[in-house]
Protein backbone atom coordinates (compact mmCIF):
# COMPACT_ATOMS: atom_id res chain seq x y z
CA UNK A 1 0.00 0.00 0.00
CA UNK A 2 1.58 3.64 -0.96
CA UNK A 3 1.04 6.07 1.88
CA UNK A 4 -0.98 9.35 1.29
CA UNK A 5 1.28 12.21 0.52
CA UNK A 6 1.73 14.60 3.96
CA UNK A 7 -1.17 16.90 4.24
CA UNK A 8 0.26 20.91 2.74
CA UNK A 9 -0.40 22.23 6.26
CA UNK A 10 2.62 20.22 7.46
CA UNK A 11 5.02 21.06 4.59
CA UNK A 12 4.98 24.64 5.92
CA UNK A 13 6.23 24.35 8.93
CA UNK A 14 9.80 24.61 8.96
CA UNK A 15 12.27 21.88 9.85
CA UNK A 16 14.19 24.05 12.51
CA UNK A 17 11.54 24.13 14.46
CA UNK A 18 11.34 20.53 14.62
CA UNK A 19 15.02 19.78 15.74
CA UNK A 20 16.39 20.66 18.95
CA UNK A 21 19.65 23.10 19.26
CA UNK A 22 22.63 21.67 19.76
CA UNK A 23 24.56 21.30 23.11
CA UNK A 24 27.58 22.87 23.65
CA UNK A 25 30.78 21.69 24.10
CA UNK A 26 31.19 22.90 27.80
CA UNK A 27 27.91 23.29 29.48
CA UNK A 28 27.64 22.91 33.11
CA UNK A 29 27.14 19.42 34.05
CA UNK A 30 23.36 19.25 36.12
CA UNK A 31 23.16 15.87 37.06
CA UNK A 32 20.91 16.58 40.22
CA UNK A 33 18.36 18.34 37.53
CA UNK A 34 18.87 15.42 34.98
CA UNK A 35 18.29 13.15 37.61
CA UNK A 36 15.01 14.49 39.01
CA UNK A 37 13.44 14.69 35.45
CA UNK A 38 14.22 11.13 34.68
CA UNK A 39 11.97 10.45 38.33
CA UNK A 40 9.59 12.82 36.93
CA UNK A 41 9.04 10.69 33.68
CA UNK A 42 6.01 9.15 34.57
CA UNK A 43 4.51 12.24 34.42
CA UNK A 44 1.88 13.82 32.05
CA UNK A 45 3.58 16.96 31.98
CA UNK A 46 6.76 18.66 33.15
CA UNK A 47 7.20 22.46 33.04
CA UNK A 48 10.49 23.89 33.39
CA UNK A 49 10.70 27.41 34.21
CA UNK A 50 13.67 29.94 35.08
CA UNK A 51 14.55 33.37 33.52
CA UNK A 52 16.07 33.88 30.22
CA UNK A 53 19.46 32.05 29.67
CA UNK A 54 19.62 29.84 32.82
CA UNK A 55 19.54 26.97 31.04
CA UNK A 56 16.31 25.66 30.51
CA UNK A 57 16.62 24.40 26.83
CA UNK A 58 20.16 23.08 27.38
CA UNK A 59 18.52 20.79 29.99
CA UNK A 60 15.61 19.80 28.07
CA UNK A 61 18.09 18.99 25.08
CA UNK A 62 20.43 16.94 27.59
CA UNK A 63 17.20 15.15 29.02
CA UNK A 64 15.84 14.70 25.36
CA UNK A 65 19.16 12.49 24.71
CA UNK A 66 19.33 10.31 27.71
CA UNK A 67 15.12 9.21 26.83
CA UNK A 68 16.23 8.55 23.62
CA UNK A 69 19.19 6.25 24.54
CA UNK A 70 16.51 4.03 26.77
CA UNK A 71 14.58 4.04 23.57
CA UNK A 72 11.30 6.31 24.04
CA UNK A 73 10.52 8.15 21.03
CA UNK A 74 10.62 11.70 21.65
CA UNK A 75 9.17 14.58 19.50
CA UNK A 76 11.06 18.00 19.45
CA UNK A 77 9.26 21.68 18.70
CA UNK A 78 10.45 24.76 19.42
CA UNK A 79 7.50 27.78 19.26
CA UNK A 80 7.64 31.36 18.25
CA UNK A 81 5.40 33.94 18.63
CA UNK A 82 3.72 33.41 15.09
CA UNK A 83 3.22 30.00 16.71
CA UNK A 84 0.17 31.16 18.92
CA UNK A 85 -2.63 30.62 16.73
CA UNK A 86 -4.11 27.15 16.99
CA UNK A 87 -4.24 26.06 13.39
CA UNK A 88 -0.55 26.26 13.57
CA UNK A 89 -0.10 25.47 16.34
CA UNK A 90 -1.43 22.19 15.89
CA UNK A 91 0.17 22.02 12.10
CA UNK A 92 3.51 22.66 14.42
CA UNK A 93 2.65 19.89 16.69
CA UNK A 94 2.22 17.18 14.02
CA UNK A 95 5.03 18.31 12.22
CA UNK A 96 7.11 17.42 15.09
CA UNK A 97 5.31 13.85 15.63
CA UNK A 98 5.53 13.28 11.94
CA UNK A 99 9.34 12.98 12.35
CA UNK A 100 8.68 9.61 14.01
CA UNK A 101 6.01 8.62 12.10
CA UNK A 102 4.37 10.11 9.38
CA UNK A 103 1.39 8.05 9.33
CA UNK A 104 0.84 8.42 12.81
CA UNK A 105 -0.49 12.23 12.51
CA UNK A 106 -2.31 11.24 9.08
CA UNK A 107 -6.24 11.38 10.48
CA UNK A 108 -5.35 14.15 12.71
CA UNK A 109 -4.14 16.23 10.06
CA UNK A 110 -6.79 15.50 7.83
CA UNK A 111 -8.88 16.66 10.09
CA UNK A 112 -7.10 20.20 10.56
CA UNK A 113 -6.81 20.64 6.67
CA UNK A 114 -10.73 20.21 6.83
CA UNK A 115 -12.43 22.11 10.23
CA UNK A 116 -10.51 25.24 11.56
CA UNK A 117 -12.55 25.94 13.94
CA UNK A 118 -12.81 26.07 18.01
CA UNK A 119 -15.81 23.04 17.82
CA UNK A 120 -13.33 21.11 15.77
CA UNK A 121 -10.84 21.51 18.76
CA UNK A 122 -11.79 18.69 20.80
CA UNK A 123 -12.20 16.35 17.85
CA UNK A 124 -8.81 17.01 16.40
CA UNK A 125 -6.92 16.46 20.04
CA UNK A 126 -8.93 12.90 20.54
CA UNK A 127 -8.00 11.67 17.35
CA UNK A 128 -4.23 12.73 17.61
CA UNK A 129 -4.46 11.01 21.40
CA UNK A 130 -5.97 8.01 19.74
CA UNK A 131 -2.87 7.36 17.08
CA UNK A 132 -1.13 8.04 19.49
CA UNK A 133 -2.36 5.37 22.12
CA UNK A 134 -2.59 2.91 19.28
CA UNK A 135 1.44 2.99 18.51
CA UNK A 136 1.79 1.67 22.54
CA UNK A 137 5.62 3.02 22.33
CA UNK A 138 6.26 5.63 25.03
CA UNK A 139 6.53 8.97 23.42
CA UNK A 140 7.35 12.64 24.56
CA UNK A 141 6.64 15.62 23.23
CA UNK A 142 9.37 18.32 24.32
CA UNK A 143 7.94 21.93 23.65
CA UNK A 144 10.14 24.70 24.02
CA UNK A 145 9.70 28.38 24.61
CA UNK A 146 5.96 27.73 25.75
CA UNK A 147 5.91 31.48 26.87
CA UNK A 148 5.24 31.98 23.46
CA UNK A 149 1.82 30.78 23.88
CA UNK A 150 -1.06 32.58 25.19
CA UNK A 151 -4.30 31.90 22.93
CA UNK A 152 -7.40 30.40 24.88
CA UNK A 153 -8.10 28.06 22.17
CA UNK A 154 -4.61 27.04 22.58
CA UNK A 155 -4.65 26.47 26.08
CA UNK A 156 -7.97 24.24 25.86
CA UNK A 157 -5.67 22.08 23.57
CA UNK A 158 -2.77 21.64 25.32
CA UNK A 159 -4.98 20.66 28.54
CA UNK A 160 -6.97 18.04 26.66
CA UNK A 161 -4.18 16.48 25.18
CA UNK A 162 -2.71 15.94 28.50
CA UNK A 163 -5.88 14.97 30.00
CA UNK A 164 -7.00 12.51 27.04
CA UNK A 165 -3.52 11.40 26.70
CA UNK A 166 -2.58 7.46 27.08
CA UNK A 167 0.24 6.25 29.82
CA UNK A 168 2.95 5.78 27.26
Given amino acids: MIPAPAPRLLETIPSTKLHPPRLARHQVAREGLLERLRQARERRCIVLQGPAGSGKTSIAVAWRQALLAQQVEVAWLTLVGEDDEPRRLCACILASLARIDPELVRPAAQLLERDDDADADELWVITLVQSLGERGRELVLGLD?????????IGRML???????SPQ
Avoid: I, S
Fill in 145 to 153: DVQHLRHAR
Fill in 159 to 165: HWLLEYA
